[in-house]
């Protein structure tokens, strides 16, 4: 029997008086998968978030969390949160706070003050233990919360925006904590601006617009747009249109970008450049990035 979906969305609706929010989604999250979870402000990702951790209902449509109905104490138990606008108790030190948060997850206390200390060692904030919350910087305060996240050892982490407060090398140490949550077979729901770093750790994507998915897969599945950039002499863009056809050839940055099949339509072109007598100085293959996939969904609607 296989295992249940970590998060499994069916049929779900929301509707807020007129307004639908989500609209007739349908979405599985593997056990042990790192999901990013995508779309423009207003798209509806704030809304499904509040459904599956609970806070709300879904209109019509069934939700379930590791197996278990949505809301559930038993799949509450095993959900670790980040919000993206958080506030703590900021008269504690960052060690009662994740002891805090640790008795309301009912870690054992035999193992409890293990956990705090592998806890703060883990986000960089061994050496600031016993200071007070309210000495932190926001960036601090975002480590903080992704450790209170995963105090109560869940399978399950929902993290919202959990490096938009972070420098360079925090949002570093922030993807490498994600990769090993996801190497240890912990399931983790991301919410990010930040597609360089959903495109860095994320396994699979969704992105929803207007309360409905509108691209969803792996991110090589996605991402499979082939082109190739050359650097050519006069007569090149003539040779592409005619080897190739008119659509998907453009000049970008004084390059000739050409949409290409496979490797064997570049092959093609490249000989027929040189039987034409164009000069080739260099060819290199690019690809789509997340966000040139993201601006095509939430400009035009598709993908």
């Not at 209109?59 to 379930?64: L, S, V």
């Not at 008269?91 to 997850?105: I, M």
């Not at 453009?250 to 093609?268: Q, Y």
């Not at 040139?292 to 598709?302: K, M, S, Y």
Request: hydrophobic residues 40%; contains cysteine; glycine residues 10%.
């Amino acid at each position: 029997m296989s295992q249940p979906a970590a998060i499994h969305l069916s049929g779900v609706s929301k509707r807020y008086g007129r307004t639908l929010a989500v609209d007739d989604v349908s979405l599985s999250v593997a056990h042990g998968e790192v999901f990013g979870f995508l779309g423009p402000n207003g798209a509806g990702k704030s809304t499904i978030v509040k459904m599956v951790l609970g806070l709300t209902y879904p209109t019509a449509g069934e939700i379930e969390v590791l197996g278990q109905p949505v809301g559930s104490l038993a799949a509450r138990a095993e959900v670790g949160y980040l919000p993206e606008t958080f506030r703590f108790h900021d008269w504690l030190t960052a060690s009662e706070l994740l002891h805090f948060h640790a008795r309301l997850a009912r870690v054992s206390a035999d193992v409890r003050s293990r956990r705090v200390r592998e806890l703060l060692e883990l986000v960089g904030l061994k050496d600031r233990a016993n200071d007070r919350i309210s000495t932190f910087s926001k960036g601090m305060m975002q480590r903080v919360g992704l450790a209170q996240a995963l105090v109560g050892e869940p399978r399950l982490v929902i993290l919202d925006e959990p490096t938009s407060a972070l420098d360079p090398i925090g949002r570093r140490d922030v993807r490498d904590r994600i990769r090993e949550l996801g190497e240890c077979g912990v399931t983790v729901f991301l919410n990010s601006h930040l597609l360089s770093e959903v495109e860095q750790v994320c396994d699979r994507v969704a992105i929803i617009d207007h309360g409905s998915i509108v691209a969803e897969g792996k991110l090589d599945e996605l991402l499979n747009a082939q082109e190739i950039e050359l650097r050519a002499g006069e007569g090149a863009e003539a040779a592409a249109r005619e080897t190739l056809g008119e659509g998907g050839v453009r000049h970008i940055n004084g390059r000739l970008r050409v949409r290409v099949a496979n490797d064997d339509e570049t092959a093609r072109l490249i000989r027929r450049m040189i039987e034409a007598g164009v000069p080739v100085y260099d060819v290199r293959q690019v690809g789509d990035s997340l966000e040139d996939l993201f601006v095509r969904v939430a400009e035009r609607g598709d993908v």
